[in-house]
């Protein structure tokens, strides 16, 4: 089984930063791209950011040049820093990854989702 963790969310003033950590634990063989999603009220989840195991990024137009995805393979996680945060980054953020396990079958896993509130 496995299972991803997500940590780092919380109440922010506009202009502030967080960084989000998303670990991935169980049985795992190898993780290809990882990514974040949000989802603000009464919206559609939307991706934020992805990552390829080599390190290539993607990013929305909305968080361009505000927003940092990396990724620290030894350890199976993922972060987002964000930076210069506004009341429209509010949202749950998901932890996304594609994980083949031990199995060799390959699968698309969520994280719980960790809130990010950005308000004054």
């Known amino acids: 089984q496995v299972q991803l963790v997500e940590s780092g969310g919380g109440l922010v003033q506009p202009g502030g930063s967080l960084r989000l950590s998303c670990a991935a634990s169980?049985?795992?063989?190898?993780?290809?791209?990882m990514g974040w999603y949000r989802q603000a009220p009464g919206k559609q989840r939307e991706l934020v950011a992805a990552?390829?195991?080599?390190?290539?990024?993607n990013y929305a137009d909305s968080v361009k040049g505000r927003f940092t995805i990396s990724r620290d393979n030894a350890k199976n996680t993922v972060y987002l820093q964000m930076n210069s945060l506004k009341p429209e980054d509010t949202a749950v953020y998901y932890c996304?990854?594609?994980?083949?396990?031990?199995?060799?079958?390959?699968?698309?896993?969520w994280g719980q989702g960790t809130q990010v509130t950005v308000s004054s």
């Open positions: 169980g049985s795992i063989f190898s993780i290809n791209a």
């Open positions: 990552i390829t195991k080599g390190g290539s990024t």
């Open positions: 996304n990854a594609a994980i083949v396990n031990y199995s060799l079958a390959r699968g698309n896993y």
